[in-house]
T-cell receptor, first 119, second 116 residues
């Protein structure tokens, strides 16, 4: 079956512009995560969705960052007034729904990421 | 908060040899999971192996095995009979046991090169 897909693969924008990054999770995966990977670093958690709702957005760096998942499938990460420091690879991952009763550590399946470059 | 430290930015080894990647972590949690992910140039993170903290037995997946030392908070990855396809970035990751949010905390990675 299809894995997690992300579009665009690469995005170059100018400082101050608005960008949208899209993630298509694996069908049936209700949990969705966004991570940001800066050059030479490991991925850092941004936000977690369970279904349509953002259950944990504690990793979003500031209010210029926002993400939605209106129908519980595709998610869009939105960045307003981009800054050069936002340049990074943005990774999306999806997994099966945590049971809520038994801790499971469901495997997260990652997409190939979107490389964002802010000039 | 949890932290994950990978102290080897780069490593290289001859094909067919064995290599060990180090990872230490810091947490006050007693129940958690540890992972090793591989990231080739394609950028797609691939799960290599996982370890449940409550299990004393070290996890093994074919040529990949871990040495999990809970008291020392150490979680190293051993790759046996290394192959050219093992060339990639390797990330150690921590997940707190949770009934919902399963976010991962990653280390900074080790770039592994297998030399033909």
């Amino acid at each position: 079956g299809a894995g997690v897909s992300q579009t665009p693969s690469n995005k170059v924008t100018e400082k101050g512009k608005y960008v949208e990054l899209r993630c298509d999770p694996i069908s049936g995966h209700t949990a969705l995560y966004w991570y940001r990977q800066s050059l030479g670093q490991g991925p850092e958690f941004l936000i977690y969705f369970q279904g349509t709702g953002a259950a944990d957005d504690s990793g979003l760096p500031n209010d210029r960052f926002f993400a939605v998942r209106p129908e519980g499938s595709v998610s869009t990460l939105k960045i307003q007034r981009t800054e050069r420091g936002d340049s990074a690879v943005y990774l999306c991952a999806s997994s099966l729904r945590p049971s809520g009763r038994v801790p499971q550590a469901n495997e997260q399946f990652f997409g190939p990421g979107t490389r964002l470059t802010v000039l | 908060a949890q932290t994950v430290t990978q102290s080897q930015p780069e490593m290289s080894v001859q094909e067919a040899e064995t290599v060990t990647l180090s990872c230490t972590y810091d947490t006050s949690e007693n129940n958690y999971y540890l992972f090793w992910y591989k990231q080739p140039p394609s950028r797609q993170m691939i799960l290599v192996i996982r370890q449940e903290a409550y299990k004393q037995q070290n996890a093994t997946e074919n040529r990949f095995s871990v040495n999990f030392q809970k008291a020392a908070k150490s979680f190293s990855l051993k790759i046996s009979d290394s192959q050219l396809g093992d060339t990639a970035m390797y990330f150690c990751a921590f997940m707190k046991q949770n009934f919902g949010n399963e976010k991962l905390t990653f280390g900074t990675g080790t770039r592994l090169t297998i030399i033909p």
